[in-house]
């Protein structure tokens, strides 16, 4: 079971970037399962972004623009760079990888 590791969340002012990663501990280069999610207090987890395929992607509209997912396969790893951040993006961030769920980094963007 791959079991996915999240890290870079934190503090940001409304209009900062941050740059979350994924580090997966098994091999993620032959799956498209691999997404990122997020869940703001009060609310439903809801999906930020994700890969439909080896190369494409699809995004929540609410993040189209600002933020961009990636992976390096051979570092078994997924990023989330965000940019243009706002209040409203304030939530965990979770990685979803091959059905198993990390344990979340938190993300508060100021105003």
């Known amino acids: 079971q791959v079991q996915p590791v999240e890290s870079g969340g934190g503090l940001v002012q409304a209009g900062g970037s941050l740059r979350l990663s994924c580090a997966a501990s098994?091999?993620?280069?032959?799956?498209?399962?691999v997404a990122w999610y997020r869940q703001a207090p009060g609310k439903q987890r809801e999906l930020v972004a994700r890969f439909t395929s080896r190369i494409s992607t699809d995004y929540a509209d609410s993040v189209k623009g600002r933020f961009t997912i990636s992976r390096d396969n051979a570092k078994n790893t997924v990023f989330l760079q965000m940019n243009s951040l706002k209040p409203e993006d304030t939530a965990v961030y979770y990685c979803?990888?091959?059905?198993?769920w990390g344990q979340g980094t938190q993300v508060t963007v100021s105003s």
């Open positions: 098994g091999s993620i280069a032959s799956t498209n399962a």
């Open positions: 979803y990888v091959l059905g198993v």
